[in-house]
T-cell receptor, first 113, second 114 residues
């Protein structure tokens, strides 16, 4: 079983839709959870960062972590064409020296005007 | 210049060539990373430097040789690469203090091996 599973899509939605992106993981040691956005020909850009279980909101973006189910989500409200990108989930353990980020394969999102 | 800068953006090289990728971070961070990004695969961590010392080397072939002369600069020296080494090579940096330590990425070098 892969450590992090993420549906690669592609996912195509109309402008204004609510988008739900998800990852599941198997390693219960993961404590920090991130979402990155990667535009074509660019590097990943950090969008959201959460610790342990719970919700975090930033503008149109909401990140949710459910550690009991080993499931994380990113919701995008009122999606815009500029949200079209690949979204990568990433996670790591806690403690000094826990450098390794484990990534999902990414979900490619297209928001159609 | 701000953030993490990588040069060159594109590189085409033959299997017998020697070249180097350069990364510079302007964020005051003290840890730097090399990742490989291939199509349909998750990002793969190659090397980690913390306070200019290599702390991780994820079973990367010796044809890839990293160098970190100071906390702002990171190089990846390449020699006798294979076609399967064609990929996007990403550099990242982070501040290794506090619990969070998010990593910030450059835009990568797109490497093609002929």
């Amino acid at each position: 079983q892969k450590e992090v599973e993420q549906d690669p899509g592609p996912l195509s939605v109309p402008e204004g839709a609510i988008v739900s992106l998800n990852c599941t993981y198997s390693n219960s040691a993961f404590q920090y959870f991130m979402w990155y956005r990667q535009y074509s020909r660019k590097g990943p850009e950090l969008l959201m960062y959460t610790y342990s279980s719970g919700n975090k909101e930033d503008g149109r973006f909401t990140a949710q972590v459910d550690k009991s189910s080993k499931y994380i989500s990113l919701f995008i409200r009122d999606s815009q064409p500029s949200d079209s990108a690949t979204y990568l989930c990433a996670m790591r353990g806690k403690g000094a020296g826990s450098y390794q980020l484990t990534f999902g394969k990414g979900t490619k999102l297209s928001v159609i005007p | 210049e701000t953030g993490v800068t990588q040069t060159p953006r594109h590189l085409v090289m033959g299997m017998t060539n020697k070249k180097s990728l350069k990364c510079e971070q302007h964020l005051g961070h003290n840890a730097m990373y090399w990742y490989k990004q291939s199509a349909k695969k998750p990002l793969e961590l190659m090397f980690v430097y913390s306070l200019e010392e290599r702390v991780e080397n994820n079973s990367v072939p010796s044809r890839f040789s990293p160098e970190c002369p100071n906390s702002s600069h990171l190089f990846l020296h390449l020699h006798t690469l294979q076609p399967e080494d064609s990929a996007l090579y990403l550099c990242a940096s982070s501040q290794e203090s506090g619990p969070e330590r998010p990593q910030h990425f450059g835009d990568g070098t797109r490497l093609s091996i002929l």
